[in-house]
């Protein structure tokens, strides 16, 4: 089974390793690419949907109900919020996978045989006429 790495989740009465986001403050940062990891993680997949909101420990927003996830990390839904409007910044081990993954689909060639395939005579014999059909 595989294993998520958590990132992203701060301090609490049951997980006082853990970090306090305001230890985490870079405002060095360049703003694109601030934005480009803050854009990431919004887009998550989500993981798990809680039943109550978490509030940001900054300014006190509502800030997420779910986890979030790219299939190798898991992170609250708020934390692109902290990455965003108050210039918290993650390790280097996780912004160099984000560069990875962007860079990795940006490089990506295009092949549109298998969508352009799914219009061919046979298969739209096999499929029938969605504007004709009366299912």
């Not at 703003?31 to 997949?45: F, K, N, T």
């Not at 300014?59 to 997420?64: A, I, L, M, V």
């Not at 081990?93 to 990875?100: L, N, S």
Request: hydrophobic residues 35%.
């Amino acid at each position: 089974m595989t294993q998520l790495i958590a990132i992203g989740f701060w301090a609490d009465f049951t997980h006082s390793s853990w970090p306090d986001p305001k230890e985490l403050v870079d405002q060095n940062i360049d703003a694109r690419e601030r934005q480009e990891v803050a854009d990431y993680l919004a887009r998550g997949i989500v993981h798990e949907v809680y039943r109550g909101w978490s509030y940001c420990r900054f300014c006190d927003e509502q800030n997420g109900s779910a986890d979030l996830s790219d299939g190798t990390y898991l992170w609250p839904e708020g934390l692109a919020h902290y990455v965003r409007e108050h210039d918290v910044w993650l390790p280097g081990q996780f912004t160099a996978h984000v560069a990875t993954r962007l860079a990795d689909v940006r490089a990506a060639g295009i092949d549109e045989k298998w969508w352009t395939s799914q219009f061919s005579p046979e298969n739209r014999e096999k499929r029938g006429n969605p504007a004709t059909s009366h299912h």
